[in-house]
């Protein structure tokens, strides 16, 4: 039987609580391969790359499965099943990005059902880096993904209607709402909370292989009831998803309009160049992000992960109820709580 969005949220509820033993794994090197997802539902991403590396396969390629198997969940927020914008269309962003600091993006795609490998596809084919609209899903069919219907998922559709009762752009999340939802957090929480509050987060995994290279992508269907044609940081490489194969890589969820403030993830990785763990990189990031307007960040979500070449881990948000899930040796993941600026 095919388990639902309630009895995985059952299981992930077993997430692992801050503790010194968080910080002790994200400050220690471990045996490679090693694949990290933002959030719980990152047991599903982890899951499908996780057999890609095992078997000494390259770190892209396991990422590519991880966003294939979370694109495929009607259930989450990301892909085709996710909320669509203000006008009633699901709109996706993805980027990829490899050791060699090969990279595709595309955004603002409608109908096609895995927005990662048609970035995937722009990157290996073409001279060009990001597609966005009409022309990212032209390049997608004449590259042979099919069309999809564009029909909204049930969750979405309901969550829609409901909107539109009041039709009130409402997009930064209510943080302490969401923080008392049971498993309220991430791709399998509702993007529309009771109190009106939305969640629009993204699926972000990077992947330490057996050969020592690091890989990562971003997928996303955004903001729940966005404005037409808003585009966050998931497509945008230095924003959503960084990798420097010299280095280490980082991914973002939670609002995208803060990450490209600052260029999330570029930053991390160069604070990790500078000789910074993957979990001060992180706190330092989101320290950058706090930093002008602290009232204002009491009101909005950001959470990092980040890898070193070393295989250390680590993650910092803005707000407590960010987490994520860590793959290595044996294939179990383990979900941790992260750190973070406001307690």
């Known amino acids: 039987m095919k388990p639902t969005r309630r009895s995985f949220l059952r299981l992930s509820a077993l997430a692992l609580p801050f503790t010194q033993f968080n910080r002790a794994f994200a400050s220690k090197a471990v045996n490679k391969p090693i694949v990290v997802s933002t959030w719980d539902s990152g047991q599903i991403a982890n899951g499908a790359a996780w057999p890609v590396l095992e078997k000494g396969g390259k770190a892209i390629d396991a990422v590519e499965q991880a966003a294939i198997a979370i694109e495929n969940d009607i259930n989450c927020c990301v892909g085709l099943g996710g909320n669509p914008d203000r006008d009633g269309y699901v709109t996706l962003d993805a980027s990829i990005m490899d050791e060699k600091a090969n990279c595709g993006s595309v955004a603002f795609m409608e109908k096609i059902k895995h927005p990662i490998s048609v970035a995937r596809k722009l990157m290996e084919t073409t001279p060009h880096v990001f597609l966005a609209g009409v022309g990212a899903q032209q390049f997608a069919i004449a590259n042979g993904f099919p069309l999809e219907s564009g029909k909204l998922s049930p969750d979405a559709e309901k969550a829609y209607k409901e909107w539109l009762v009041k039709a009130e752009y409402k997009p930064v999340i209510n943080v302490e709402h969401q923080q008392s939802k049971k498993g309220g957090h991430g791709p399998f929480a509702p993007n529309r909370f009771e109190d009106g509050s939305f969640n629009h987060d993204t699926m972000g995994t990077i992947a330490l292989d057996a050969n020592g290279d690091v890989s990562g992508m971003c997928t996303t269907s955004g903001m729940g009831f966005k404005m037409r044609g808003r585009v966050g940081d998931t497509p945008i490489i230095g924003a959503g998803l960084f990798v420097d194969n010299e280095v280490g890589a980082a991914t973002s969820s939670g609002q995208g309009e803060e990450v490209i403030r600052v260029c999330g993830t570029h930053l991390v990785?160069?604070?990790?160049?500078?000789?910074?763990?993957?979990?001060?990189?992180?706190?330092?990031?989101?320290?950058?992000?706090?930093?002008?307007?602290?009232?204002?960040?009491?009101?909005?979500?950001?959470?990092?992960?980040?890898i070193n070449k070393q295989g250390e881990v680590g993650a910092?948000?803005?707000?407590?109820?960010?987490?994520?899930?860590?793959?290595?040796?044996?294939?179990?993941g383990k979900v941790i709580n992260a750190e973070s600026h406001f307690a």
């Open 269 to 306: 990785v160069e604070f990790m160049r500078n000789g910074l763990s993957p979990y001060e990189a992180c706190k330092k990031a989101v320290e950058r992000i706090v930093k002008p307007n602290p009232e204002r960040a009491k009101s909005f979500q950001v959470g990092f992960i980040a």
């Open 316 to 332: 910092y948000s803005v707000q407590k109820g960010f987490n994520y899930t860590v793959t290595e040796q044996g294939g179990k």
